[in-house]
């Protein structure tokens, strides 16, 4: 299937743990990104790779730490996870100069 | 700083009523897009609307863009209790793809 995948669906951490989440799109897209949403459901780009390329950070803390090993994939890790990290992650794609974006299905990461 | 609001925040109705569902910005944007999400999921695109003043039709979903392209709405004819969910609007800047902005989205729900 031709789609965004992202894994874990859930992650249940303790604060101060070292976390991954990992981001796979098989559509050919030249841009994926990082958006993080809050409880209250509001949308917040972080990161932004253009064919492998750092392009937008949005002031994301440095313990947020993006790589794209290629232009299919980008992995977001986190060192020294805080309370406040607890959010829903989507990883999303789109071409270059397309107008949409392919969403994940997310990662719901809980900090306790 | 919130750059698009979006109107009404929570709309509840009952199956076969109309509705609008407002997107406003004192912003222009090259582009606009209206995503759906459902519980669990990632947003899923709807609509991209790039000239000022067009509308779409995606059966009984329409999209509007504001002529000056500073604002959009949806208008949903007969909702039916599969049109639940969070509906967001999304616009893009300087003719860039690279970075979305999001509303913070209409949950709607549909009750049969």
């Known amino acids: 299937d031709t789609a965004v995948s992202q894994t874990p669906k859930y992650l249940v951490t303790q604060m101060g743990n070292d976390k991954s989440i990992k981001c796979e799109q098989n559509?050919?897209?030249?841009?994926m990104y990082w958006y993080k949403q809050d409880s209250k459901k509001f949308l917040k780009i972080m990161f932004s790779?253009?064919?492998?390329?750092?392009?937008i950070n949005e002031t994301v803390p440095n313990r947020f730490s993006p790589k794209s090993p290629d232009k299919a994939h980008l992995n977001l890790h986190i060192n020294s996870l805080e309370l406040g990290d607890s959010a829903v992650y989507f990883c999303?794609?789109?071409?270059?100069?397309?107008?949409?974006?392919?969403f994940g299905s997310g990662t719901r990461l809980t900090v306790v | 700083t919130q750059l698009l609001e979006q109107s009404p925040q929570f709309l509840s109705i009952q199956e076969g009523e109309n509705l609008t569902v407002y997107c406003n910005s004192s912003?222009?944007?090259?582009?606009l897009q209206w995503y759906r999400q459902e519980p669990g999921e990632g947003p899923v695109l709807l609509v991209t609307?790039?000239?000022?003043?067009e509308v779409k039709k995606l059966k009984r979903l329409t999209f509007q863009f504001g002529d000056a392209r500073k604002d959009s709405s949806l208008h949903i004819t007969a909702a039916q209790p599969g049109d639940t969910g969070l509906y967001l609007c999304?616009?893009?800047?300087?003719?860039?793809?690279?970075?979305?902005?999001f509303g913070k989205g209409t949950l709607l729900t549909v009750n049969p």
């Open positions: 999303a794609s789109s071409q270059l100069d397309g107008y949409g974006y392919t």
């Open positions: 559509l050919g897209h030249d841009t």
């Open positions: 790779y253009n064919n492998k390329e750092l392009i």
């Open positions: 912003s222009v944007f090259s582009s």
């Open positions: 609307v790039v000239t000022g003043g």
């Open positions: 999304a616009g893009a800047q300087g003719g860039s793809n690279y970075k979305l902005t």
